[in-house]
T-cell receptor, first 111, second 119 residues
Framework: ELKVEQNPLFLSMQEGKNYTIYCNYS?????LYWYRQDPGKSLESLFV?????AVKQEGRLMASLDTKARLSTLHITAAVHDLSATYFC???????????FGTGTRLKVLA | DTEVTQTPKHLVMGMTNKKSLKCEQH?????MYWYKQKAKKPPELMFV???????INESVPSRFSPECPNSSLLNLHLHALQPEDSALYLC??????????????????FGDGTRLSIL
């Protein structure tokens, strides 16, 4: 059974601090996606990681992918309150349109 | 503003009612999806249409009936729902494949969702 697990599930951090969210998956997939969801809102695409070693950065967020370890990280640098949201990673099953979402990480940045 | 439009935004219905959720995109995407999301949980895939044909049905109960009238529209027909079906229903689209294979290196674009409550 394909599993996509994130940790931590909940993260409360102070503004200005750094932290990393981890996404582990159990199938062979070399495409990984990160999404953000604000409370009561839809999902917004953040990053698409297409190959082993891929690294992408946007503002205070940086995502990386290690397909051999089946691990992706989302690193937060100098957190600000506006980053408070739930972050999901997702993988797709090769050759299909099936996307599996991770368990989600609820991030709360305290002012 | 989202490029995937879902209507209605909120829906309250009784267990004997019949209603439909609608989704529309004009990005030329050829794959469209229905997800169900419960509070504080990740989205769960329900159905996928590829080139207007049902590609994936994740063993969804028959009280949910999807329909893809054309490449821009996706409907979800609801009948005799149960209270546990109350959730946020999300529609998404992605570029899709070439017809000869799956091109899945594009993210999904999500609508704002329909919040469904079953009385």
């Amino acid at each position: 059974e394909l599993k996509v697990e994130q940790n931590p599930l909940f993260l409360s951090m102070q503004e200005g601090k750094n932290y990393t969210i981890y996404c582990n998956y159990s199938t062979t997939s070399d495409r990984l996606y990160w999404y953000r969801q604000d409370p009561g809102k839809s999902l917004e695409s953040l990053f698409v990681l297409l190959s082993n070693g891929a690294v992408k950065q946007e503002g205070r967020l940086m995502a990386s992918l290690d397909t051999k370890a089946r691990l992706s990280t989302l690193h937060i640098t100098a957190a600000v309150h506006d980053l408070s949201a739930t972050y999901f990673c997702a993988v797709d099953i090769r050759g299909t349109y099936k996307y599996i979402f991770g368990t989600g990480t609820r991030l709360k940045v305290l002012a | 503003d989202t490029e995937v439009t879902q209507t209605p935004k909120h829906l309250v219905m009784g267990m004997t009612n019949k209603k439909s959720l609608k989704c529309e995109q004009h990005m030329g995407h050829r794959a469209m999806y229905w997800y169900k999301q419960k509070a504080k949980k990740p989205p769960e895939l329900m159905f996928v249409y590829s080139y207007e044909k049902l590609s994936i049905n994740e063993s969804v109960p028959s009280r949910f009936s999807p329909e893809c009238p054309n490449s821009s529209l996706l409907n979800l027909h609801l009948h005799a729902l149960q209270p546990e079906d109350s959730a946020l229903y999300l529609c998404a689209s992605s570029q899709g494949g070439t017809g000869q294979g799956v091109l899945s290196n594009q993210p999904q674009h999500f609508g704002d969702g329909t919040r469904l409550s079953i009385l």
